[in-house]
Antibody, heavy 115, light 111 residues
Framework: QVQLVQSGAEVKKPGASVKVSCKAS????????IHWVRQAPGHGLEWMGC????????YYSETFQGRVTLTRDTSISTAYMELSSLRSDDTALYYC????????WGQGTLVTVSS | IVMTQTPLSLSVTPGQGASISCKSS???????????LYWFLQKPGQSPQLLIS???KRFSGVPDRFSGSGSGTDFTLKISRVEAEDVGVYYC?????????FGGGTKVEIK
């Protein structure tokens, strides 16, 4: 079945960067965009950006433009989200999701930013 | 595009119906003729899961008590007979444009 499996929880200090991975299986990786979504504690869903795994084209939310970088490695069907200059309010669950229909979603990766 | 959901929360008696509204700031009708409006349910402690795609298409395995309707800028998710397993936060989302956007969410709880 189609599945997205994300890397494990991270704890980072303010100012550092974090890189979260999202490994796809059950379909042709290059056939569908991968989106990244943030959910701060007790809050809703916030779209961060997406990548076309076929050619590497990326699109970013203005909110995260300049701080987020999306990449992919087609050889291992994995997408990556790197967020830099971390602040305490970046503490959140980060999800990847497949295609325009956002189906399925990864299990989420908790990133905690604390000094 | 801004997505506005109402109400913020609903408390429903099991077996009763529920309705959630989602309004977009622009029409979600794409030039390809499709309307890219989706509904998701995030159950407590879980990732969001797709319920409805393109306004009214129930995703595989979604019970038929869930239905979506609407057009242009106004959309509705209806649950005909709420069950205990339906609790969680419901989100609408548009992906008509390359930059998708979510509604703020509607929390559904059981009385």
């Amino acid at each position: 079945q189609v599945q997205l499996v994300q890397s494990g929880a991270e704890v980072k200090k303010p100012g550092a960067s974090v890189k979260v991975s999202c490994k796809a299986s059950g379909y042709t990786f290059t056939d569908a965009y991968i989106h990244w979504v943030r959910q701060a504690p007790g809050h809703g869903l916030e779209w961060m950006g997406c990548i076309n795994p076929h050619n590497g084209d990326t699109y970013y939310s203005e909110t995260f433009q300049g701080r987020v970088t999306l990449t992919r490695d087609t050889s291992i069907s994995t997408a990556y989200m790197e967020l830099s200059s971390l602040r305490s309010d970046d503490t959140a669950l980060y999800y990847c999701a497949r295609a325009r229909s956002f189906d399925p979603w990864g299990q989420g990766t908790l990133v905690t930013v604390s000094s | 595009i801004v997505m506005t959901q109402t109400p913020l929360s609903l408390s429903v008696t099991p077996g009763q119906g529920a309705s959630i509204s989602c309004k977009s700031s622009q029409s979600l009708l794409h030039t390809d003729g499709k309307t890219y409006l989706y509904w998701f349910l995030q159950k407590p402690g879980q990732s969001p899961q797709l319920l409805i795609s393109e306004v009214s298409k129930r995703f595989s395995g979604v019970p038929d008590r869930f239905s979506g309707s609407g057009s242009g800028t106004d959309f509705t998710l209806k649950i005909s007979r709420v069950e205990a397993e339906d609790v969680g936060v419901y989100y609408c989302m548009q992906s008509m444009r390359v930059l998708p956007a979510f509604g703020g969410g509607t929390k559904v709880e059981i009385k």
